[in-house]
């Protein structure tokens, strides 16, 4: 299994913007799903995750009520819309499976953005948010 982050690019504070995780194989509907981020200097920071059957989600508070996470499984990918873009959220996306949480059935409330959670991460995609 891998998995490809697409979508990424230059946005205006305020502004909106969609990524896309596609995976290479229909196993990872088997699994949940995070997003992760990385700015230069700092450390790796999830950002929100789905369950396997995408009735799950969770985010990171800094990123809740601005960005939205979902999956379409007939299409091996999981998404990630950024709305409200703010130039704290520059940085590299990058999408992961959860590897710790057996069929990637989570529970309501469950915080599943521990990066040591995860395996399969995708080689990233850049978001720079500036005027």
């Known amino acids: 299994l891998y998995l490809v982050e697409s979508g990424g690019g230059l946005v205006r504070p305020g502004g909106s913007l969609g990524l896309s995780c596609v995976a290479s194989?229909?196993?990872?509907?088997?699994?949940?799903v995070g997003w992760f981020r990385q700015a230069p200097g700092k450390e790796r920071q999830g950002v929100a995750c789905?369950?396997?059957?995408?009735?799950?989600?969770f985010y990171a508070d800094s990123v809740k009520g601005r960005f939205a996470i979902s999956r379409d499984n007939a299409w091996r990918t999981v998404y990630l819309h950024i709305n409200s873009a703010e130039p704290e959220d520059t940085a590299s996306y990058y999408c992961a499976a959860n590897v710790a949480v057996v069929g990637g059935d989570l529970r309501h409330g469950d915080n599943c953005l521990d990066p040591g959670d995860y395996g399969y991460w995708g080689q990233g995609t850049q978001v720079t948010v500036s005027s």
């Open positions: 194989e229909f196993t990872v509907d088997h699994y949940a």
């Open positions: 789905i369950s396997s059957g995408g009735g799950v989600t």
